[in-house]
C-alpha cells in the first residue's frame, strides 16, 4: 500500500517534523510477499488507465504469482471505478 501514490504523497506530510520515517514504516499487507505462496487459479484485472492502483503494481502481482494457473486482464482505457461501464459484458465472461 505504500506503493499507491496517494500514500506516498500523503505518508510524508503525517510525519511533516521527520518526512524520512514514512519509509521506516513497515508495509501493512505485503501483498507481494504472499502472492508466491498462492496455488490456486488467479485472475488478476485491471485498468491500463488507472489514477489510482498503477497498471505496474498488477503487472508486478502476476509476475509475483508462482502458480501457472494465472491471468492478467488488462482493460483498456480503463481507470480505477470505469471497467464496468466500459466493459459489462466482456467483464461478466472473466468472471
Known sequence: IK???????????????QPE??????????????LPAISCPVLVMHG??????????????HESL???????????GASHNDVWMLYAEPWRREV
Open 48 to 61: 491500463d488507465k488507472d489514477e489510482i492502483v498503477p497498471y505496474s503494481q498488477a503487472v508486478q502481482c
Open 21 to 34: 520515517l514514512f519509509q521506516t514504516l513497515p508495509e501493512p499487507f505485503n501483498t507481494l510477499g504472499k
Open 66 to 76: 508462482k502458480t501457472s494457473q494465472k491471468k492478467l486482464q488488462c482493460w483498456a
Open 3 to 17: 506503493q499507491l501514490p496517494t500514500v506516498q504523497m500523503l505518508g510524508p506530510m503525517v510525519f511533516q517534523q
